[in-house]
């Protein structure tokens, strides 16, 4: 399965820049079994990162709970426009992908 | 006897001349407008997030990066994949499949039966080689969703020819009949005790209830047919679901088609 780009969508609105971001992925707990009985292996992210003009601003720890295309929203401090956003995931299996945004 | 024959067929067929679709129409909508005097009826497409302040304002808030997004995107690709034999989906429907979700269901007269969106896909596959899609796949749901979303803003304007009444009131009587272990019907929480609460849910209008397909419901993670949440219903009722795209379903969905005539399509959608 192709790993998709994250989505993202920005709003600034006096120094705060809110980031919403959706991120297609299979989310796989590892528990979940196939009509034929056999288990799905575990797929998910695990990590996420964010990046407010290449400086590391947030980062965070990821496991089963979180349900398929996770939508995750955040804000940002210091934001103006022009500034670039970035989010990027990796995943249990080694997989990663990311988004960017100029924020306007 | 003959005599008492014959009244008796007149009567029945006085009653079924009585119950035509554009009257059942304007009962229909009558009856939610004087319940819901504050509402359009249009308003009514967004069904329990017309009703409620507070879950429209957590709607809203998720429509601002809707979790049907990704659907409609794989299908805007979907639908441009060619067939083995080099043809498309475009060569299928009217104006290449764009903006004409609202057309259906529709009554196929050759084949005498309901033809809605999905199975019209599948139809089309057939005639090119292709194998049919599982009406439950998310693969599907893609693809409606592209449709739904280019029919955004057009009008409901389901017709109902001779041949089609059958089907039509085969579709009402599933409607208003109780089923299942709780013995409801779809008319007693929808029409009957539309606006009230079941547990902590708000029975929205029956109105409305065709403009929105397909649907990202969060608990299902993908989109989903109105079958789908046909087989919910039921489920929640204690009654025996059905496959999706059975002849009882189609029949409903043409019925629930026609009481939403007039009003604007607003799919994909995303509900709780």
């Known amino acids: 399965m192709a790993v998709k780009p994250v989505k993202m969508r920005g709003k600034l609105a006096e120094g705060v820049a809110e980031i919403k971001a959706l991120m297609p992925h299979p989310m796989e707990t590892g528990t979940r079994r196939t009509e034929a009985g056999e288990l799905i292996p575990a797929h998910f992210i695990q990590e996420v990162m964010c990046e407010h003009n290449g400086a590391l601003v947030l980062r965070a720890e990821w496991g089963t709970s979180v349900s398929k295309n996770p939508y995750f929203a955040f804000k940002v401090a210091e934001a103006k426009a022009g500034d670039e956003v970035v989010i990027r995931w990796l995943d249990n299996l080694g997989e990663t992908s990311e988004g960017r945004l100029t924020l306007k | ?272």
């Open chain 2, 1 to 272: 006897m003959l005599n008492r024959l014959m009244i008796m067929s007149l009567l029945l067929a006085a009653a079924s001349l009585r119950a035509d679709p554009p009257s059942d129409l304007k009962a229909f909508r009558a009856f939610f407008e004087q319940r819901f005097a504050n509402i359009e009826i249009d308003d009514h497409r967004d069904g329990a997030y017309a009703l409620d302040a507070a879950k429209r304002e957590q709607w809203l808030s998720m429509e601002d990066f809707p979790p049907y997004e990704i659907a409609i995107e794989a299908g805007e690709a979907l639908f441009a994949e060619s067939f083995a034999d080099g043809s498309g989906y475009v060569d299928c429907f009217e104006n290449g499949g764009m903006g004409v979700k609202q057309t259906f269901p529709r009554f196929d007269v050759g084949a005498n039966t309901v033809q809605t969106l999905e199975l019209a896909i599948n139809e089309c596959r057939k005639a090119h080689g292709e194998a049919p899609l599982d009406y439950a796949s998310e693969t599907m749901g893609a693809l409606t969703a592209y449709m739904a979303y280019t029919s955004r803003g057009e009008t409901f304007a389901i017709t109902v020819p001779p041949e089609g009444l059958a089907a039509y009131n085969e579709g009402k009587a599933f409607f208003y009949a109780r089923r299942g272990q709780l013995n409801f019907s779809c008319a007693g929480c929808h029409v009957a005790s539309a606006g009230g609460m079941l547990r902590a849910e708000i029975l929205s209008a029956s109105v409305g209830h065709a403009t929105h397909w397909p649907t990202y419901r969060l608990k299902w993670e993908q989109v989903g047919s109105l079958h789908k949440r046909f087989n919910e219903c039921n489920e929640q009722v204690g009654a025996e679901g059905l496959p999706e795209q059975s002849a009882s379903y189609r029949n409903l969905e043409y019925f629930l088609s026609y009481m939403n005539n007039g009003m604007t399509l607003n799919g994909p959608a995303s509900r709780k």
